[in-house]
Nanobody
Framework: QVQLVESGGGLVQPGGSLRLSCAAS????????MGWYRQAPGKQRELVAT???????NYADSVKGRFTISRDNAKNTVYLQMNSLKPEDTAVYYC???????????????WGQGTQVTVSS
């Protein structure tokens, strides 16, 4: 059994900052890519940022220069530092990890339960 638990969401004013964390736990052999996705009301879930085990990153154009993704491989944890937040960043943010549970298994995508981020004055 694998769990991804997000934390750090909340209400922030435009221009403010938040830091999200996501810790993966359970029967985990290896994690390749970890990332953050978001879903606003009435919209499809979209990629925010991803990071590989080696540290290669990828960002949505809408967050480049404002958000920074990082990870601690020893702790199976990924972070998202969000600066200069805008009302359009309001969404439920989901953590994702491509992980395997033993040396023989393929990587499987796992999701957290989501954390609400609201940017409003």
């Amino acid at each position: 059994q694998v769990q991804l638990v997000e934390s750090g969401g909340g209400l922030v004013q435009p221009g403010g900052s938040l830091r999200l964390s996501c810790a993966a736990s359970g029967n985990i052999f290896s994690i390749y890519t970890m990332g953050w996705y978001r879903q606003a009301p009435g919209k499809q879930r979209e990629l925010v940022a991803t990071i590989t085990r080696g540290g290669s990153t990828n960002y949505a154009d809408s967050v480049k220069g404002r958000f920074t993704i990082s990870r601690d491989n020893a702790k199976n944890t990924v972070y998202l530092q969000m600066n200069s937040l805008k009302p359009e960043d309001t969404a439920v943010y989901y953590c994702n990890a491509d992980l395997s549970q033993d040396i023989y298994s393929d990587y499987v995508s796992s999701w957290g339960q989501g954390t609400q981020v609201t940017v409003s004055s």
